[in-house]
């Protein structure tokens, strides 16, 4: 329901909308004058009504065979497919990318869907083993409610990577959006919900109360979290206190490793890319650029060049390149950085263009900055900086660049640039990282179908997508029968309920 021009948000809990006493405020981060939501501030008595319905939910969801759980995935999908422009453009409100990165968020949400949809019945069949004296069964049960707790930047895909493979295996979920992106995941989830028994999928907002009341809340049995290093940890600890199965996919500090026979002309634009998805905001761009030192200065001018062509504006605005950051603490995080790279003596170059000059103040516009003569161990080498700020650092010898790039707690993504394939898969495979690519920086639909997504070190736990991330939400169950031990044994009825 509109309030003036901006949407009413309530929570939504079996399949009810549930209003609250206080409702927050979201901004078009691009054009403050809008306000485009008043979402429901939940507290911990709703998260414990949500988990309550998603529990009775469960009861009824897990003895839903799984080739009918598949088709309401896919039906659930089309229904989104047909709203979808809707969703992107209310997308850029409240988030503030561009158009095409929302559109393609929402696209890879759709396609999300249908990749578990096609992997689920296969995936979830028992396993059986037999001889003479004994037959073991291995069951693959769900685990029950599921908190899948996601971030602003790529809401869409996120959520949907959590809730395709939760239903699918026959688990409930209770959902908690960011406060910085509510609103198209909420109608999104609403939209698909349609497609589930009451109570399978609840949405609960809110500021800091719901997060830790979710991740502690006994009837959760597992926490699929997205988000920074820090909240990871919190809900590590408070999904500890009852043992919960966790999931985390958190920050990263990706290195791009550009090896001494590339060449820069090549690397750049596919580099640049992979630098700016998003103004940055993005788990897997790159955070930091390795160049080795005879080649520096002609990559340092050939990157500032391209950079120089972006024209940072907001996201509805088709001349725009690159849009502003997220929300306050981000803009003001990387303006922070900007001034301690300097006061480091470190060079910061501020390139791009205004679209809209006399708007630039009205949105968390930020231009995009190229850093060089940059300590390997500075606060934005070392850093998740998750803006529009790329540092790019000299090193004389392959042991010396693999030392810096593995020198971190982060281990999501990097990548290695070369015109040698080999090499590149030998040094790909000395990288300490969930994922690395060769030769660009971005996932392609091959990868998409056969690319586990997840970090090592403190960038995460578990893996999404493919027949690995399905295996995240399920438990087995093994069972052991002794043919030998009875007699006028009943032979029929051993079929598998799943
Ligand atoms: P945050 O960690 O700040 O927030 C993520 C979510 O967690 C929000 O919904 C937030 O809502 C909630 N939250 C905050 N505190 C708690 C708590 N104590 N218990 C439970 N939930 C809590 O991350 P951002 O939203 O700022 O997202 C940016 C980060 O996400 C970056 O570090 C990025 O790298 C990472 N990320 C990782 C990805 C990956 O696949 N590895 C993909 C995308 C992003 P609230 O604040 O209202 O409580």
Redesign the pocket.
Known sequence: MPIGSAMKLDLFVNHQHVPTDAYFEVRDPGNFSEVVAMVATGTARHVDDAVTAAHAAFQVWRNVGVSERVERILAAAAALEAVSAELATTLVKEQGMLLRDTQRDVANGIKTLRETAALAEAFLQSEEFEDEGCLIRIRKVPRGVVAA??????PMS?TMAKVGPALASGNTLVV?????APLAVSQALQVVAGFFPPGAINIVH???E???A??RHPLVRKVS????????K??MA?AAESVKNVGL????NDPAIILDDAIPADVVPHLVRGIFPRSG????AVKRVYVPAALYDKFFDMLCEAVSQLRVGYGLDPRSTLAPVNNRN?FNFIKGLIERTRQSGAEVYQLGQKVDPESWENGYYLLPSVVRNVAPTAEVVVE?Q?GPIIPLIPYRSEEEVLQMANGTEHG?GSSVWTRDFDRGLQFAERIEAGLSFINSHARTGLGDRHMP???VKQ??IGR?RTTIGLAEYIEYHAISLNKTNMSNIKKEGHQDAT
């Open positions: 707790i996601v971030p602003w930047n790529a996120l908690k959006p960011s406060p910085f809110g500021d800091g719901v997060g830790p979710l991740t979290f997205t988000g920074g290093i820090k909240t990871g919190a809900v408070a996919e958190l920050g990263g905001q993005v788990c897997y981000q998740e998750f999501l997504f997840g970090g960038s995460g999404v």
